[in-house]
């Protein structure tokens, strides 16, 4: 596996790739990898000829600055993973020279960044904007690889390729779980052994709120759920919503929507966790 780490390198790489036509698919992550990434990575090997992954804790999207220091880095062990899963390149730039730039990009992705994650990390969906957009740029990707566990995130960048006119495919891949259910997250790794034998009820929270809405009410489902994630105190609820699967706005009625999607994030201690369930059609 080739392991660039500057911008130079990973364009000129890129551009003779595109120029021998070959397929280039991508996968931005920001490391501590774990099977959820790797879906992505075999995801990307099987519809593409190179699978190029980076690996950017990105500072600009992060609100936390605790939660950016403390945020996992293990790059010689995701290395590792990503040459056993057959990855061709990896490009693991420096923050400096990935913002060596002097003009701030400002993004305005209305409606879709005005709930649950945009609402709640002020200035996250701009530092993903920023970040991705130029990552598309270095790596001139045909094909790029999300997981389904940051749906808002696939919506907005589907927005900003939309808007900026990337020539590109984006495709979104369902959430891979623990096997007591918890969505695989680098961020799992800072859980107390306490906490991590709680972070399942999240799942078991959205899969009661799935049951209940084929009974009741969204709003009576919805108290029923959170009432269900109160009774665990470790747990601290920041939203539980049920939306339309495409514009993320609250729904009254799971008819109303082609497609609705229960969504939620949650403090364990300091750790922020988030997790989505797609209501079946
Ligand atoms: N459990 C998962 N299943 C499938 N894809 C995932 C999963 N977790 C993350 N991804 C996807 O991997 C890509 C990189 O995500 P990222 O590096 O932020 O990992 P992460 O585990 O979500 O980390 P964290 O949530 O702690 O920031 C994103 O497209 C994300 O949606
Ligand atoms: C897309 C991304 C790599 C941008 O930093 C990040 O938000 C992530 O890992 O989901
Ligand atoms: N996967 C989303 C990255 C973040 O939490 O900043």
Redesign the pocket.
Known sequence: MLQLSSLSDIRQHTEKLRRESLKIGF??????L?Q??L??IKAAKSQNDITVCSIFVNPTQFNNAEDYRLYPRLLENDALLLAEAGCDVLFAPSAEEMYAQKAKLSFDFGDLERVMEGAHRPGHFNGVATVVSKLFHLVKPHQAF?????LQ?FAIIQQMVQDLSFDLELVC?????EADGL?????NRRLTPEQRAVAPRLYEGLQLLQARLREVPVAQAQQEAVAFLGTFPEVRLEYLEVVDAHTLQPVQEISSAPRVALCLAAFLGEVRL?DNLLLQP
């Not at 996968?27 to 501590?32: E, L, Q, Y």
């Not at 891949?173 to 779980?177: A, E, F, K």
């Open positions: 996968v931005p992550t920001m490391g501590a774990h959820g990434h879906s992505l999300f997981g389904q566990k940051d995130q891949y369902p959430i891979i779980r969505a695989m997250s680098s961020r988030i």
